[in-house]
């Protein structure tokens, strides 16, 4: 259906290395996305966001990148820590919906 | 203080208990928001205030009810659950209710329905 979908919903990586965690969107209106990370038994976290007019945005270790085009979003997260194991959401702004729109979840798991 | 505080982190309750849910901010946010989270799924709106109004209710069944008194504080009271309603209860805030602003949340209250 119309949803903001990730296509991996588990990902293990090596401590050091790169992840990038993808997310599909389908509403080519939404003009707002945002990635949150949920460590197990604590509410998402905001890492960060990126609006429709950039392609790209850094933070501290974390890049998302928006693809407009192919209506797609990834984060990056550089040099992967065990303390970025969690699960991580991508939302939207749905045109039609009052709030942001969460997609499915991807669980990032770092081994040391 | 940019905290969503939610008091308690944990609450076990029977089918025939009345229980409240307690969320505080002290950010200025004007829209406060209660979701329900599943084990591995994303959070699920429930209700939205705005400016201690209600302005979304997504057909919460009735036995759940919110509450707003004031700016900072926002109460869901609960009453004649089912063992079905066990989630995680997260509330959150935005300074507005306009979908291009991201939402801080708290950590949660892990219900259990006996």
Known sequence: GESVGLHLPTLSVQEGDNSIINCAYSNSASDYFIWYKQESGKGPQFIIDIRSNMDKRQGQRVTVLLNKTVKHLSLQIAATQPGDSAVYFCAENKAGYSTLTFGKGTMLLVSP | ?114
């Open chain 2, 1 to 114: 203080d940019t905290e969503v505080t939610q008091t308690p982190k944990h609450l076990v309750m029977g089918m025939t208990n009345k229980k409240s849910l307690k969320c505080e901010q002290h950010m200025g946010h004007r829209a406060m928001y209660w979701y329900k989270q599943k084990a591995k799924k994303p959070p699920e709106l429930m209700f939205v205030y705005s400016y201690e109004k209600l302005s979304i209710n997504e057909s919460v069944p009735s036995r759940f009810s919110p509450e707003c008194p004031n700016s900072s504080l926002l109460n869901l009271h609960l009453h004649a659950l089912q063992p079905e309603d066990s989630a995680l209860y997260l509330c959150a805030s935005s300074q507005w209710t306009a979908t291009n602003e991201k939402l801080f949340f708290g950590s949660g209250t892990q219900l259990s329905v006996l």
